[in-house]
């Protein structure tokens, strides 16, 4: 089955920095990874997501680039923010299958 | 639009006992998964359905049962409750093709 290996587990950085979390997987007939944002208390929300004919995707401060020759993909925060302070997960599906095997998470924490 | 219901919020059984929780989407979502979530160990598939009759084991699906009779419904059945299966459980749901999920608010199961 597929297998998600994320990093860093825990990342902190300075208000206006950027930080980046990457992504590896295993299974070549993955073709879609999203990455979701989880706040305390709620369900994971999906905030950017990547289909295996594109390798890079931006929404304002959010970016995903894929490698699909090395399996792995990453997730650009720009301009951080303390809002921004969260656990983000990261996912790879093969949607012809029908379920996601998700990364263990970042918790990413945006120090004022 | 109410998304994906999770009920109840919050449950304590005691070990042995068997309970039901409830998860119900009105967006007509092909797609339901159910996953638990401990610490530290990200978000694990339990079961999931591709559609009304069709369910399918995850990585973790030992103490679990689910069927899904229709669209709308996907309930998880735990059998004889352990210690073990103490965690936060989500549900959510997505349509067919490769986008993502929607996640419930989930629940916090305590077993003692």
């Known amino acids: 089955g597929e297998n998600v290996e994320q990093h860093p587990s825990t990342l902190s950085v300075q208000e206006g920095d950027s930080a980046v979390i990457k992504c590896t997987y295993s299974?070549?007939?993955?073709?879609?990874f999203p990455w979701y944002k989880q706040e305390l208390g709620k369900g994971p929300q999906l905030i950017i997501d990547?289909?295996?004919?594109?390798g890079e995707k931006k929404d304002q401060r959010i970016a995903v680039t894929l490698n699909k020759t090395a399996k792995h993909f990453s997730l650009h925060i720009t301009e951080t923010q303390p809002e921004d302070s969260a656990v983000y997960f990261c996912?790879?599906?093969?949607?012809?299958?029908?379920?996601?095997?998700f990364g263990d998470g970042t918790t990413l924490t945006v120090k004022p | 639009n109410a998304g994906v219901t999770q009920t109840p919020k919050f449950q304590v059984l005691k070990t042995g006992q068997s309970m039901t929780l409830q998860c119900a989407q009105d967006?007509?979502?092909?797609?339901m998964s159910w996953y638990r979530q401990d610490p530290g160990m990200g978000l694990r598939l339990i079961h999931y359905?591709?559609?009304?009759?069709?369910?399918d084991q995850g990585e973790v699906p030992n103490g679990y049962n689910v069927s899904r009779s229709t669209t709308e419904d996907f309930p998880l059945r735990l059998l004889s409750a352990a210690p073990s299966q103490t965690s936060v459980y989500f549900c959510?749901?997505?349509?067919?093709?490769?986008?993502?999920?929607?996640f419930g608010s989930g629940t916090r199961l305590t077993v003692v």
């Open positions: 996912a790879a599906i093969n949607t012809n299958a029908g379920k996601s095997t």
């Open positions: 967006m007509n979502h092909e797609y």
């Open positions: 990547i289909r295996s004919n594109v």
């Open positions: 959510a749901s997505t349509r067919k093709g490769g986008y993502g999920y929607t």
């Open positions: 359905s591709v559609g009304a009759g069709i369910t």
């Open positions: 299974d070549s007939a993955s073709n879609y």
